[in-house]
């Protein structure tokens, strides 16, 4: 379906050395980013939950001439392991990695007037409720809005799960629901990575 990568190989390969989670996005879940971002011919792209970028460069490798991404990542280790590799794949002119914890950089973003048409959204998961609040007041018209393992196995659908990932993801998709201004979906995936899936919106004109 996808040719073999080898600048993506060597991004796994330097997280790996440097003891990061393999919890980054599947090469078929990284090629359905990059097909989108393609697709949707995005310019300005947030991304919540850098890790070592392995999203951020697929993403990147969908963007048109003159595109930009903004990574935001919590963790200084990881930070600093995306910026090798972003440096690596040849992306340093078109990726920027903020340090710090999301809730603390959004502001920011706001302050300097940076608004975004495609975001991507994967850091802590109880957290999803204010990272769509955040999307939605960064985003222009028409804005995509991604947001990944929303399945979690099925655990989704328990009511009663006494997980804060499970409880962030399921407000969020009450707020989805309820949200006149966003139209969305999610898609189950599965693959090397299990059972998951995304959720898919955008933002009304
Ligand atoms: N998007 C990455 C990929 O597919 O290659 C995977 C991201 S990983 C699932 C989640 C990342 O979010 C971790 O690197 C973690 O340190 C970061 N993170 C967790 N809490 C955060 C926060 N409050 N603000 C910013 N980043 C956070």
Same mark, same amino acid.
Not at 198 to 204: L, Q
């Given at each position: 379906m996808?040719?073999?990568?080898?600048?993506?190989?060597?991004?796994?390969?330097?997280?790996?050395?440097?003891?990061?989670?393999e919890i980054?996005?599947?090469?078929?879940q990284?090629?359905?980013?990059?097909l989108?971002v393609?697709m949707?011919?995005?310019k300005r792209?947030?991304?919540i939950?850098?890790?070592g970028g392995?999203?951020?460069?697929?993403?990147?490798k969908? =963007?048109? @001439?003159? &595109?930009k991404i903004i990574?935001?990542?919590?963790n200084?280790?990881?930070?600093?392991?995306? %910026?090798?590799?972003?440096?690596?794949?040849?992306f340093?002119?078109?990726?920027s990695v903020?340090l710090?914890?999301a809730?603390?950089?959004?502001p920011k973003?706001e302050?300097q007037?940076?608004?975004f048409d495609f975001?991507?959204?994967?850091?802590?998961?109880?957290?999803?409720?204010?990272?769509?609040e955040?999307a939605?007041? =960064?985003? @222009?018209? &028409?804005?995509?809005?991604i947001?990944?393992n929303v399945?979690?196995?099925?655990?989704?659908i %328990?009511?009663?799960?006494t997980d804060?990932?499970?409880h962030?993801?399921?407000?969020?998709i009450?707020m989805?629901?309820q949200e006149?201004r966003?139209?969305?979906?999610?898609?189950q995936?599965?693959g090397e990575k299990?059972y998951?899936g995304?959720?898919?919106?955008?933002?009304?004109d």
């Open positions: 996808h040719q073999e990568d080898h600048a993506l190989d060597l991004v796994l390969e330097n997280n790996r050395e440097k003891d990061l989670p980054d996005v599947s090469r078929t990284g090629e359905f980013l990059r989108l393609q949707t011919k995005a792209i947030l991304e939950g850098t890790l392995y999203s951020t460069i697929c993403m990147a969908g =963007l048109s @001439e003159g &595109g990574t935001l990542e919590a200084s280790a990881h930070a600093s392991c995306a %910026n090798e590799n972003i440096v690596n794949a040849g340093a002119e078109c990726i903020q710090g914890a809730l603390e950089t959004l973003l302050q007037n940076e608004s975001f991507f959204i994967d850091a802590d998961k109880p957290n999803n409720p204010y990272y769509l955040w939605l007041k =960064l985003a @222009e018209p &028409g804005a995509v809005i947001a990944d399945v979690r196995d099925g655990e989704l %328990n009511r009663h799960s804060p990932r499970i962030g993801i399921r407000t969020f009450d989805l629901a006149e966003i139209d969305s979906t999610a898609i995936t599965v299990g998951d995304f959720v898919i919106g955008r933002v009304r």
